[in-house]
């Protein structure tokens, strides 16, 4: 167990909703990333957050937006869905910002849109 | 600029015969490295870690690394393989210079009976 949490574990939906997916990170890190997965894509990195403020966005689409809330657990929003995002999707957490630092990885929410 | 380049996307070997996942990484800083094990349906977990303290580095579950500045390689191995090692497995490298890891592809560990 990586002491890191992700909610709901799966996620069934429709195209053109919206979803929240919830992380909380292990006690003490201040450094939220969230990660998509998919066959095609592998392991793609989408956005990192420490101590409530944005920090790195990566391959993120605008119709996705994520925020940390002050008490550093983090939400990330997905709206306007298309069949295409379906995918596992992680959060992971760490101590400070720098990626040289070890990530704890959550179980994921396994997200299908339908 | 850094990358992470995994050799192989597939590697099959024998239960009890040695294991070898291929890492190749550049990077413009003296690099952090890391390999992670994700199972079937779970997250992530780190295996080993790499920090400049020790160029052969073990980690869980009788893995092992080294790293070879001169190959630009950070390979994974393990002397005999269990059935239990069957996952998908990650080479990541940071940098000083960057906030974000940089992910291999991942390599898929086969193996059988």
């Known amino acids: 167990d990586s002491g890191v949490t992700q909610t709901p574990k799966h996620l069934i939906t429709a195209t053109g909703q919206r979803v929240t997916l919830r992380c909380s990170p292990r006690?003490?890190?201040?450094?939220v990333y969230w990660y998509q997965q998919s066959l095609d894509q592998g392991l793609q990195f989408l956005i990192h957050?420490?101590?409530?403020?944005?920090?790195a966005k990566g391959n993120i689409l605008e119709r996705f937006s994520a925020q940390q809330f002050p008490d550093l657990h983090s939400e990330l929003n997905l709206s306007s869905l298309e069949l295409g995002d379906s995918a596992l999707y992680f959060c992971?957490?760490?101590?400070?910002?720098?990626?040289?630092?070890?990530?704890?990885f959550g179980p994921g929410t396994r997200l299908l849109v339908l | 600029a850094q990358s992470v380049t995994q050799l192989d996307s597939h590697v099959s070997v024998s239960e009890g015969t040695p294991v070898l996942l291929r890492c190749n990484y550049s990077?413009?800083?003296?690099?952090?490295l890391f390999w992670y094990v994700q199972h079937p349906n779970k997250g992530l977990q780190l295996l080993l870690k790499?920090?400049?303290?020790?160029?052969l580095v073990k980690g869980i579950n009788g893995f092992e690394a080294e790293f070879k500045k001169s190959e630009t390689s950070f390979h994974l191995t393990k002397p005999s393989a269990h059935m239990s090692d069957a996952a998908e497995y990650f080479c990541?490298?940071?940098?000083?210079?960057?906030?974000?890891?940089?992910f291999g592809r991942g390599t898929s560990l086969i193996v059988h009976p």
């Open positions: 990541v490298g940071g940098s000083g210079g960057s906030y974000i890891p940089t």
């Open positions: 992971a957490s760490s101590t400070g910002t720098l990626s040289q630092e070890t990530q704890y």
């Open positions: 006690s003490g890190d201040l450094s």
């Open positions: 957050y420490y101590n409530g403020e944005e920090r």
């Open positions: 790499y920090t400049s303290a020790a160029t």
């Open positions: 990077s413009s800083y003296s690099p952090s």
